[in-house]
């Protein structure tokens, strides 16, 4: 069996007596931050609403959107039948468990709400969240794989397959978290920017959010036919997994943005 030495890389980045910094909690950090940042220097494309103030105060709506959503996410979509027995477990985020459909709707209702008490186009507003997500989502995969966890499915004859220590199987794996990163995170920040930075794109509000949800969807039902499925889950539905069954309304909300706005024969005003 052809396997590559997987990376032995301590998930603990920082420990000073009690106190532990994880990996993970510095990718979650880091997305926040240069999502943030790169926010900001998109709401400067245009003047008018929204304005980089406005991001400075969505950050924390943003923070408790994707914690709250994803928990939440995660204990109904991957693990209902244990938190129904055990609800309190739920509140325990530091066990791990978050869903990123979870998250996602979670940040959606704060988008909501926030622009409807600024008055600014939720589309608009969307679109620029949108445009910032893969940071996150990149910096949420590698943590992913210095973890461990959520590994790829047995792949004996693949050069680049890994054997996780987590795996009970010892098995040569895919690395299905860096097919995410480069699929969720770095190809789609590349084809997000280009169409943020496109006015004839970025003035027709909502589908730069459109485009997220297409290249999401997509990359996200891709990657999990090498990903290997929740143990608690398994397969579902004629063999597909909950992340792709939960892309599948993403998909289609993406394709009626764009197709939506495409009809449109000029954009709309900045």
Known sequence: MLA???????PVALAVGPVVIRWYALAYLAGFVLGWRYCLRLARLDAGKPSPEDFDDFLT???I????GGRLGYVLFYNFPYYAANPLDALQVWHGGMSFHGGMTGVLLAIALFCWRRKVSA???GDIVAACAPIGLFFGRIANFINGELYGRPA????????FPRDPLQVPRHPSQLYEAGLEGLALFILLAVAMHSPAIRH???TVGGLFFIGYGLSRIAVEFFREPDPQLGFLFAGATMGQILSLPMLAVGLWLVLRNGRRS???PA
């Open 65 to 68: 959107g994707t914690i709250l």
């Open 204 to 206: 027709r509000p909502g």
């Open 61 to 63: 709506w943003a923070v």
């Open 156 to 163: 004996p004859d693949f050069a680049w397959a890994m054997v």
């Open 4 to 10: 590559i030495p997987f990376p032995a890389i301590d």
């Open 266 to 268: 000029t954009p709309l």
């Open 123 to 125: 589309f608009v507003f």
